[in-house]
């Protein structure tokens, strides 16, 4: 099955610097990988996705990379606010169930 | 506003006893998912409806079950098979089978008494 591996598992930076978030996967059939930020007590929202048909793909300060030869996708946040702060999971999504595998999370922490 | 409720946000159990976690979605989303999540993992899939009175095993399914009577509402039993059940679980909703963005709810916390 499919295995996700994502570095760091926690990051602090500073505010206004860029934040980046590194994942692997093992099955070359994935083809949907979503990024979620998980707050303290809620559940994961999705705030960007990308398909493997699509190299890169941008929103706002959010921005996604994905280089299927090496089986590796990074989250880039720019500009990073204190609101930024939270824990990110990458996924891999392969087949047509929708079945979704996560990495183990990036505590991303932004100081002032 | 639509969305995914889960309830309650709180739930303890006792040594052998069963108990059902609620998701109800107003999305109007043919599949549905459960997750567990434990301190520093990601979320493991446990089982997953594509349709209604049809669902399969996720990679964690023993010691759990699932019914799916009605499109909106997709009950999570943990029974008292489940060894270790004290978890973080999240629902989730996407609009069909394949290749979807999945949705999810604020999730519900067991805790063994």
Known sequence: GENVEQHPSTLSVQEGDSAVIKCTYSDSASNYFPWYKQELGKGPQLIIDIRSNVGEKKDQRIAVTLNKTAKHFSLHITETQPEDSAVYFCAASSGTASKLTFGTGTRLQVTL | ?113
């Not at chain 2, 995914?4 to 108990?19: C, D, H, W």
């Not at chain 2, 599949?31 to 520093?40: E, I, L, N, T």
Request: one cysteine or more.
């Open chain 2, 1 to 113: 506003d639509g969305g995914i409720t889960q309830s309650p946000k709180y739930l303890f159990r006792k040594e052998g006893q069963n108990v059902t976690l609620s998701c109800e979605q107003n999305l109007n989303h043919d599949a549905m998912y459960w997750y567990r999540q434990d301190p520093g993992q990601g979320l493991r899939l446990i089982y997953y409806s594509q349709i209604v009175n049809d669902f399969q095993k996720g990679d964690i399914a023993e010691g759990y079950s699932v019914s799916r009577e009605k499109k909106e509402s997709f009950p999570l039993t943990v029974t008292s098979a489940q060894k270790n059940p004290t978890a973080f679980y999240l629902c989730a909703s996407s609009i069909g089978p394949g290749v979807q963005p999945q949705h999810f709810g604020d999730g519900t916390r067991l805790s063994i008494l």
